[in-house]
């Protein structure tokens, strides 16, 4: 793994207070294409009556997908549910022809009964030893309304899971689902969260999240941060689960599949400083276990500098790009947080107001970007979501687009190009 920090203002005048953006850049290396660890999966499915139809067929033939992809050394259990949660197959290497013909014969049935079904994978999951990842896969189109419904209760349940080293992924499907619980489960979990919008898109999703799988290189990946002295670390910018640490905060960034790039913005507060020269501001510790032929723990320690000097030196200093880009995309999901509650409360105009000005603010920034595709791509999705909000025509698909996206950037997890040649569109 490649790391590195760097800063927005690496020269700050003495005598004066500053606020200094910090980023962590972590880069994991390309999977070497040889044997990887096994993959210890529970596939969760709503069965629910509102599944009925062709989203229960693309569910179903996602599965059957993920079963063909599956190694002799792999392990997968299947559990359906609605009112009830029904365990189909147990945590086994799958007999691939038996399992086809069980996915066949799931239909649907009542309501949903969400907190059942993936706690009934979790527990399916404890019952593997063997090495390897343990994830459960919970794919559902609505809201749940059996069983544990409380969402700080499941999102608090997914956080001690991720303590057991079991990773939840959630797939939302279609328009009725409760996406802001399913994104907040998966940060929580240490996992992913997509939207299926339509049954065509379940069978690329589970692409995407058995290519990750498949090619991890580095697991329990997290950073530690402690300032020193009278530095005050303010918070991370990015959204994920951190812990209290004795001096500071501990960020766990979960799993790195082959060649994935990952940010982390913190944010210091730096008070006077009277004397010129080098101060050392923070220490940044990053820890993960590497896997593939041989499974090693790793520690790095990256210090965190700043140079003070005369307030003429000072002035007029460019900020670090790369670090004003990543901050530029973080702020443009937090406004699309802020229009998601706007519209919530039918409040369109302000919302598409609020898109409309970042994106504007990102097309000023673009002509000075290190990422210009990248925040053409941004501006794209804004600009998408301010017509559907001015048009009339935003509606629960536009909610969960505009809610993913935002779980994406938070995440720093950026959209992956497609390996099948024959599909060459991105998620």
Known sequence: MKSSVRVDYSLLAVESEHTVHAMLEVAAPEHSGGDRRPLNLALVIDRSGSMNGPKLEGAKQAARFLVERLGPDDTMALITFDDTVDLLSPSAVPDKAAMRSVIDGIDTGGMTNLSGGWLKGAEELRRIHEEGQRRVLLLSDGHTNVGMTAPGQLVSMAEGLRGERITTTTIGFGDGFDEDLLSAMATAAGGNAYFAEGPEDAARVFNEEFEGLATVVSQNVSVEITPISDVKLLGVLHEYPTVSVPGGLQVELGDFFGGENRRVIFEFAIPNVAELGEKHIANVVLRYTSVGDAVEMHQVTIPVHVNVVPSSEAEGVEADREV??????????????????????????????????????????????????????????????????????????????LEIERWRAMQSKKKREWKNPDDKERW
């Open 324 to 401: 004003v880009d990543e901050v530029t995309i973080i702020e443009a999901a937090e406004d699309r947080k802020r229009a998601i509650e706007l519209a919530d409360q039918h409040r369109h105009e302000e919302a598409a107001r609020l898109l409309e000005d970042r994106r504007r603010q990102m097309e000023d920034r673009r002509r000075h970007s290190s990422r210009p595709d990248e925040f053409s791509t941004e501006m794209d999705e804004l600009g998408y979501s301010t017509e559907r909000l001015r048009s009339g025509t935003y509606d629960a698909g536009t909610r969960k687009q």
